[in-house]
């Protein structure tokens, strides 16, 4: 039976056509592309930005493609220290932040109208001691680490009154070797984040939560954005709408 493809000629002609009308069809739309401004810090596994590539990664990441991916977009991450990221926000360089709070850089935050989405975790501030000093008088616990660029807000007043001086590290381990080693009184982070560096590095019980320091209490993270409101509100419909995936995720890093 005589076929298209029995003429060489015929088909090259088929396939030329072929190969011209693709070349006139339109070009797929790209997705739109939205900058989402992070810490340049290790606090992982809510987020982590480290050697050797120096990629975002953590729960952070993981939640943050899947809402991309539910909502045809792209998410650009550009990590910067914390103090540079919210500098470059507020100067309308960044689309999206994360993580971000009602109760951060207030008083910078006033002129500019910021949106913040639903709570996208939540955690428990704590301030980590040795087990030998649990129970210390507080006046004891002169010298509190905090990571780099983190804002000690809850001990605004005794830092003014000079009972607390400020120590910082670039990232949660370092806050906890300097504990760990008598240099600082307490260090401060997620009892999450504790949890999982204090396993890593073989010292389960190494520290413990000082209460009295610091009072345990549900924080949150927030997503925000000050240029797309409209973006927020697309990301608090897909915490609704997905939220077996995202406890999935919680599960997954342990922040469950």
Request: charged letters at 20%.
């Amino acid at each position: 039976m005589w076929s298209l493809f029995t003429s060489p000629l015929l088909f090259r002609l088929s396939l030329l056509s072929g190969l011209l009308l693709l070349m006139t069809l339109p070009a797929r739309a790209a997705l739109p592309e939205y900058s989402v401004g992070v810490e340049d810090v290790d606090y992982y596994p809510i987020y982590s930005v480290t050697a050797p590539d120096y990629q975002y990664r953590g729960y952070a990441r993981d939640l943050l493609d899947l809402f991309a991916t539910r909502e045809h977009i792209q998410l650009r991450y550009v990590a910067l220290p914390v103090r540079r990221l919210f500098h470059n926000y507020w100067a309308g360089r960044l689309d999206l932040v994360f993580p971000d709070s009602p109760r951060w850089n207030v008083t910078q935050k006033q002129p500019h109208k910021v949106i913040y989405s639903q709570p996208v975790l939540v955690f428990q501030d704590a301030m980590l001691v040795l087990p030998s000093r649990l129970g210390e008088p507080l006046e004891h616990f002169r010298k509190l680490g905090f990571v780099r660029g983190f804002t000690p807000w809850k001990f605004q007043e005794q830092i003014a009154a000079g009972q607390v001086k400020i120590e910082e590290s670039p990232g949660p381990e370092g806050l906890i070797r300097m504990a760990l080693a008598g240099y600082i009184d307490g260090a401060n982070m997620a009892q999450q984040v504790a949890r999982y560096h204090l396993t890593l590095m073989g010292k389960p019980q190494g520290l413990v939560v000082e209460p009295s320091l610091l009072t345990l209490q549900d924080s949150h993270y927030y997503l925000s954005s000050i240029r797309h409101p409209e973006l927020i509100a697309r990301f608090d419909a897909f915490l609704r709408r997905e939220a077996r995936a995202v406890k999935a995720l919680k599960v997954k890093y342990g922040l469950d």
